[in-house]
């Protein structure tokens, strides 16, 4: 049984440009949530995906979007990068319908922006 | 508006003794409430959780309390390890909620000193 997995680990980007961060879930999940951790604070929930269909949103502006594919990997899509982007960004995977507990999270793509 | 706080940004505990951290929240629609450890360079990882119907859970050398009037959670470890150094994060859940998404406080670093 593989754990979560994100790539890149690390990435620098500039204001204005769009980026791309991937999640792979545990398997048999068929559940990703992303947070966005920025530094000195707790993750904050940005939205989950359910079989493919977002499924919640936290408060987070449009141009932060997502996907998940058939095998319920997922991607996090930032348009028009700001300073304040810059987080430790992680995903979370678990089994819609398991007790929340059940979320396992992976390392994180850090996310620097200049 | 932070619906869980974390007041103390770092403890620092002596090998062997207890090690208590705490958190408040404002939303009395919590039912589900979480600890989480984090080391560096790794995703949070699951620790202990309790219900609201219950005022507390305890698991091996870890025990959460609640105190659902005062809106008041503690994370009690005993005795403390060195292994136990890292950033601990309390987290809530409504499950009314659709989503299963969890509201992070900033966390606690906590130190365990030889």
């Known amino acids: 049984e593989t754990g979560v997995t994100q790539s890149p680990t690390h990435l620098i980007k500039t204001r204005g440009q769009q980026v791309t961060l991937r999640c792979s879930s545990q398997s048999g999940h068929n559940t990703v949530s992303w947070y966005q951790q920025a530094l000195g604070q707790g993750p904050q929930f940005i939205f989950q995906y359910y079989r493919e269909e977002e499924n919640g949103r936290g408060n987070f502006p449009p141009r932060f979007s997502g996907l998940q594919f058939p095998n319920y990997s997922s991607e996090l899509n930032v348009n028009a990068l700001e300073l304040d982007d810059s987080a430790l960004y992680l995903c979370?995977?678990?089994?819609?319908?398991?007790?929340?507990?059940?979320?396992?999270f992976g390392p994180g793509t850090r996310l620097t922006v200049l | 508006d932070q619906q869980v706080k974390q007041n103390s940004p770092s403890l620092s505990v002596q090998e062997g003794r207890i090690s208590i951290l705490n958190c408040d929240y404002t939303?009395?629609?919590?039912?589900?409430f979480l600890w989480y450890k984090k080391y560096p360079a790794e995703g949070p990882t699951f620790l202990i959780s309790?219900?609201?119907?219950?005022d507390k859970n305890e698991d091996g050398r870890f025990t959460v309390f609640l105190n659902k009037s005062a809106k008041h959670l503690s994370l009690h470890i005993v005795p403390s390890q060195p292994g136990d150094s890292a950033v601990y994060f309390c987290?809530?859940?409504?499950?009314?909620?659709?989503?299963?998404?969890?509201?992070f406080g900033q966390g606690t670093r906590l130190t365990i000193n030889p």
């Open positions: 979370a995977s678990h089994s819609g319908g398991t007790s929340i507990n059940e979320q396992f």
């Open positions: 987290a809530a859940s409504d499950s009314l909620q659709g989503a299963q998404k969890l509201v």
């Open positions: 939303n009395s629609m919590f039912d589900y």
């Open positions: 309790i219900s609201s119907i219950k």
